[in-house]
Nanobody, 119 residues
Framework: QVQLVESGGGLVQAGGSLRLSCAASRSIFSFNAMGWYRQAPGKQRELVARFTSDGTTNYADSVKGRFAISRDNAKNTLYLQMNSLKPEDTAVYLC?????????????WGQGTQVTVSS
């Protein structure tokens, strides 16, 4: 079992920045992918950014150029630097990790951290 604990959310004005952290209970090397989703009220869960095991990063079009995903392997921690925040970025941000692939893949989720951007 893997525990993922997010932190860093909060209330910020439009144009501001926040950095989210996701601390894993064990090495993140073993994960096939790791990243961030967000869930806004009344909307579908959206993939924001992710790392894959081959080093590829992917971003939602809505956050390209504003958000940056990074990781510290020594600390088993994933980060999401969010700049130039907009009110439409308001959501609960959830860290996830994928172990394995295909039909046998396992997914782990954090509890989420609220990000609220005021206009």
């Amino acid at each position: 079992q893997v525990q993922l604990v997010e932190s860093g959310g909060g209330l910020v004005q439009a144009g501001g920045s926040l950095r989210l952290s996701c601390a894993a209970s064990r090495s993140i090397f073993s994960f096939n992918a790791m990243g961030w989703y967000r869930q806004a009220p009344g909307k579908q869960r959206e993939l924001v950014a992710r790392f894959t095991s081959d080093g590829t990063t992917n971003y939602a079009d809505s956050v390209k150029g504003r958000f940056a995903i990074s990781r510290d392997n020594a600390k088993n921690t994933l980060y999401l630097q969010m700049n130039s925040l907009k009110p439409e970025d308001t959501a609960v941000y959830l860290c996830y990790a994928e172990e394995g692939s295909g039909w046998s893949a396992k997914y782990y989720w954090g509890q989420g951290t609220q990000v609220t951007v005021s206009s």
